[in-house]
């Protein structure tokens, strides 16, 4: 059998719960999962505010792998890199039907047969097991996988979470030009890699914006100057110091990780005439902004929505990470370990930010 | 001696006024107008709502020109026609410094050295003649001028006045896709070119938005599908049935042309996840409108602004007309023409939106 | 049984064979064809020249269907039309992984798992009918569908073949930019449908370089000039001439769509300074053309590839059809229809190249 | 007076001669000149290769100096620094119209009235002194302009000469993915900073061919691994190698920075299907090389042609340099300094490839 915890009831503890162990068909893969991290949007989503989510449900999107049993005919990763039992995994996110109206108009996140593992497929029927927080999970023949470099520290590709591909895909939309100037809203997991991809496709300066104590690990993590919301509270002097930190005229990209509404208009103000807002933290309702029509047309301004990713992206930050993974402080990031039969302790972590990046670690703690 | 009028002061009659008569400087080219539009941005600037434009001044930034005397080594126009006295040009409403920071970051409408014919160069000093409503204008060697094709009538150019390159540049920033589904949020002068450029650029569908009165000519241009935003005043079914229209899942892509900062809301409603919303209408400031930032990121949607345009708007303007001016009810644009000394009277008919395109002739009355 | 035409040996004739008529499983279709047309590469496959193509095999990718049968569950076409057994369908030709490395890589046309209907799947084993040169055809549930528009007839939408979505992906990755001045090389199915394309995206001018019978319907198809091959058949007066057509500089957009390896070099030597070449026709291996790198640098000219299509572009192709097969004279581009079991005839037509479009009408002739 | 070095005849040394210091008119700067780059093309030029070059001529252009006198109104630097006399600046070698066809077309870099600085305008008018082989130069108000930072070096700053600039402009053309695997052929100055702009947009991996003696500095400034042309000499040896490099299946990007006419076929070879091949380095025109269409085509290649800069690139550069010339040895590619009076054999250090980068320092040697 086969321990997981599942989600029936919005701001209930998950239960733990026991399910029987399946065989893999043909194209899947089981495998034992020794890295879940718990992301912001399962917060949400135990929090009752994500309705699209059916119950019962294993929750986990952010997980490694130990391959357990390859189903018929698998002999390799999505990619072509030889896997067996016993090789580490990582999988994308997202299974998209590449056939849908969404697909064939090239808005494929929004792809609607879209299933997102450990947030798509109720528990209650076979083979259960399709989310992270669990000691096994099922990946059926259309999750793409990816084999893991040995020399790639399981804690270190966690401790960015699915932050990372979904910074990859923002940036990928909201394009960073050489030599732009970028200004970072927000600098939780989101903006802290936000930060690093800006750096990443030739960004000359990066300004991070956030509260003091979190700024300490911004500027770590490669920001050029950072701007502390409150010691300048005043908004107006807080957009005229920025602009002045990118050389008079604002910023050529501002890429808002906050999830607050506020920040949507100050990053109207700040950027430069002809630049680009990208909104990416807004994952949950908190009403409108107001933004003037007029700013947006005569200081030619494009602000660009993007959400989620699709598996190119999730391939994109395995190779990055694999090569990177040292360049940066990711190691830090991971600032607490539960075994499974803590997670309800775990989310608590994540709830009151206490933490950085929380992982659940069913089969035993992982080493940095 | 030549008349001109002059812009004084804000909400007061222009007043007509002579200026001697220049001698062009190598390089630069003096014309007689023939043909000068009155654009909604010389109302606003004659209301005192565009506060840049110095005054005195000769607005006038719409115009076509007879060549009455060539400066010294002038022997063609900017891309290369050979031109001589009597030939009929029209030039480039901007002049690029191309070498400010603007210019340097790909932004050349907000160069910060541009100079707007009609609209940036006082008056009081010479060669004065800087502005269209006039009946000689004094054309400067940086200015961009294309020699016009003898098949094309002078009030076919004239009849989409500047909006035309203004929407080119426009159509460039949001990009419309082959077989995209395009939204026109009201259909003045700058919608209904925004109908023709959807569909030269391979829009399979476009629906036009506006009240009756207007929606007629709308389906004349080019529209598919009109909906009365009177008869639909419900703001929800109006959605609703735009959606419908373009197929369920909402357009590609909304132009919103309106200048009302009410449109930009609904055109979030109505656009497809994914869907781009170009902001083209805000040139004057009617405070801002609720946008929520939670629909940007989830539903994946990019708000594109787009300012004026750069003198190859103007080139590709010209060049398409001088192709396809009789593919489009274009002469059916110019509603009025007026003689200098009645420009006055012209204002007021543009003012009061009794009329769709209102020329100046100071050469005497054009036929189409 | 089911009656299909199956291809075993190069260069002998198909042979007429039956096959059990198979149960749709699960989300599958199975379709009477109305309507298959011979392409090219079908020409090409019998020759022997196309190694990949396994065989036995049934070929045929350009058809159109009747549903004779739904599997369990289908109750849409891909796209979310609602489809019953009698509706008209057409489908994509290939059915593309999304997860290997050229899926990752975004160049999916070279999907190293891509099923191509009518080109890689032999036809020995259950279902068998996996091509159009049959009576039926089986449509596994990973075939992307589309329900045809009661008011788009068969023949045209046969008439352009799988040109059309080749085409268009084709004009998706050279770009056609507004105001373009287009030359496309060679005008059969492909070069006639490049130039409707050009069009569709806003070309000015289109400039068709064919031998004289068939320039006449490039130019009925649309082009705006036509140059023959055989009475400018010295190299270097041609090049001069279609420059000179271009408006002196040459066009900005050259396509080529011969086959014919001394076509490219012809591209460089016309296409304007910072312009691109388009190398869409060279299907199979006609061995080197001298192509000079200092041209390529000092006049920063692009040569794209372009290679078949994703579903997206059977998608486009379908809707632009519905929309506007009767602005063009596609109804005259079916020349020759033929029964089954005339199959072989209708194979040597198209071999001695005596039509323009030639169709298997398995459930008998098509009117237009 | 001012000492400059004449070019006046292909292949004899240039003649050493005294012009009269010249007033700057309003807008114009008079320099020093501190650092005068060799370039590849001065070499060309020199050999009466590049028939386009006017005589007699200074050339040089690539230069820094130091302001000796401010024409009147000049306050700023193009792009709005405070400048005064004693101030270190750079500008850009290209002055672009801005209206003619070409720059209507957006390929400025082959504007049709482009002047540029050493390579343009004769000497035998005043103001003379437009190249940098001279005690002193003359910027004429058109001319870009930058002011330099006092934390960067001269000779940081000219040991990549205009390569820099030229690499920049050519990565934006052939694009650099997040995560691509780039090879660059040739690793010259070119090639040297080719790798940096890889590595700086994201790039994964960079693999430089070239032959032993060179691939030492192609590592350490970031080459990921390196292909030796002479133990790897075998052609189809070396694509095997160089695609297992990259993957297997070859890199996304290869960037021919050689100028030898056997890297374009090569490149075609190793690059993946679906990749992009950018031309960068044929100045010289050496004829043609084989290229199979049919691999165009069928493996969807795109070989793209980039040719010099706009002013743009060069204040990317000068950005770039500021912030990063310690980050990449830089320092070490100044391999030798000479008296402008011995500019005869600086140049036979360059034609004889004895050094990296060789510059004229008039006003005496610089220090690192």
Same mark, same amino acid.
């Given at each position: 059998m086969v321990l997981a915890a599942v989600f029936n009831t919005p701001n209930e503890p998950l239960e733990l719960k026991e399910f029987p162990k399946p065989e893999p068909e043909e194209g899947a893969i089981f495998a034992k999962i020794i890295s879940a991290g718990i992301c912001g949007t399962?917060? !949400?989503v135990i929090s009752g505010k994500v309705p699209w989510v059916p119950t019962p449900i294993i929750l986990g999107h952010e997980s490694v792998g130990i391959i357990e049993k390859l189903g018929d005919k698998v002999t390799t990763d999505s990619v072509g890199n030889i896997i067996k039992e016993g090789d580490r995994i990582y999988w994308a996110l997202g299974i998209i039907c590449g056939r849908c109206f969404y697909c064939?108009?090239?808005?494929?996140?929004r792809c609607l047969n879209r299933?997102?593992?450990? &947030?798509?497929?109720?528990? /209650?029927?076979p083979p259960h097991l399709q989310g992270g927080f669990a000691e096994y999970i099922y990946l059926s023949p259309q999750v793409t996988t990816f084999? &893991?470099? /040995?020399s790639l520290p399981t804690t270190a590709l966690s401790s960015v979470g699915c932050a990372g591909p979904t910074v990859i895909a923002a940036v990928e939309n909201v394009r960073i030009d050489f030599d732009d100037v970028v200004a970072v809203q927000g600098t939780g997991p989101v903006g802290s890699f936000a930060i690093v991809m800006a750096k990443e496709r030739g960004?000359? !300066?990066?300004?991070?914006?956030?509260s003091a104590e979190r700024l300490h690990f911004a500027k770590k993590i490669g920001a050029d100057d950072v701007v502390d919301i409150k010691s300048?509270?005043?908004?107006?002097?807080r957009v005229k110091k920025i602009k002045e930190l990118a050389g008079g005229h604002g910023p050529d990209v501002i890429m808002d990780c906050t999830g607050n509404p506020k920040a949507l208009p100050e990053a109207i103000d700040i950027v430069?005439?002809?630049g680009r807002v990208l909104e990416l933290g807004a994952y949950a309702d908190y009403g409108p902004s107001p933004i003037n029509p007029y700013f947006i047309t005569s200081r030619q301004i494009s602000i660009i929505g993007s959400y989620s990713k699709i598996p190119r992206h999730e391939y994109e930050f395995v190779n990055f990470m694999a090569k990177k993974w040292k360049s940066y402080p990711f190691n830090e990031m991971v600032t !607490?370990?539960?075994? &499974?039969?803590e997670i309800n302790q775990a989310i608590d972590i994540v709830k009151n930010r206490q933490g950085m990046k929380v992982l659940v670690t069913p089969s035993g703690p992982l080493s940095k």
């Open positions: 399962d917060i !949400h064939m108009k090239g808005t494929r996140t299933k997102a593992i450990g &947030l798509s497929t109720p528990s /209650d029927k084999k &893991l470099p /040995d960004a000359r !300066h990066v300004i991070a914006i956030d300048q509270s005043d908004q107006k002097e430069r005439d002809g !607490h370990q539960f075994p &499974l039969k």
